[in-house]
């Protein structure tokens, strides 16, 4: 998961549906290399603030059905659908963990596995495996070889040879059409 900063209008200090709002939307510019971890056209329906025994606060979350439609029916989207939402919501106050309901065919909330994750639990950072990342911006050049053209890829938060990283992505060479290689393919680092 990659964290993208931006200003949301918050109405009614309704942050939550504001939040999830965004999620939905999905990234805020195209080919900077981020996608959207909720399927198109889910909506947030309703939106509870609960207090567990343990005394912890959290919030359910009630989908429409569309959430349903994980991307590509891959137990992989499953867990960052559920992983960008508890990444942005627990850092709100009074939310230590989120619960996720969605509606099935008859229109009922259920919190069935949309892929294989179970959802009949509390969700915070700990139970997620995870880890937020950070995007780099490297070079190619265009088709005519005049200009740099940037292309974004993402590297784990905590990688300590950014620099390694970096080479190896431009050797891997652009993932863009009409951008062109600046570092052959053989060399490696």
């Known amino acids: 998961l990659v964290p993208e900063i931006r200003d949301i209008p918050v109405n009614q200090g309704k942050y939550v549906e504001a939040i999830v709002g965004e999620l939905i939307k999905g990234p805020a510019k195209e080919n900077e290399g981020l996608y959207s971890t909720i399927p198109s056209g889910t909506q947030l329906v ?17 989908f429409s059905k569309e959430f349903k439609s994980s991307f590509n029916k891959e137990a992989n989207s499953e867990t960052l659908m559920v992983s960008s939402l508890v ?67 993402v590297i784990s938060n905590d990688s300590e040879d950014v620099i390694n990283e970096i080479l190896n992505e431009l050797i891997k060479g652009p993932s863009q059409g009409g951008h062109v290689a600046v570092i052959p393919s053989n060399i490696s680092v």
């Open 46 to 62: 309703d939106v509870k603030f609960v207090e567990d025994a343990d005394s912890s606060k959290g919030v359910e979350l009630y």
């Open 87 to 153: 990444h942005s919501l627990t850092g709100l106050p009074n939310v230590d963990w989120i619960r996720i309901y969605y509606q099935n065919e008859s229109g009922q909330y259920v919190n069935n596995p949309v892929v294989s994750m179970a959802l009949d639990r509390k969700f915070d950072k700990d139970s997620l495996p995870f880890r937020l990342g950070k995007r780099i911006k490297v070079y190619f050049s265009d088709k005519d070889a005049m200009n740099l053209v940037p292309e974004y890829r």
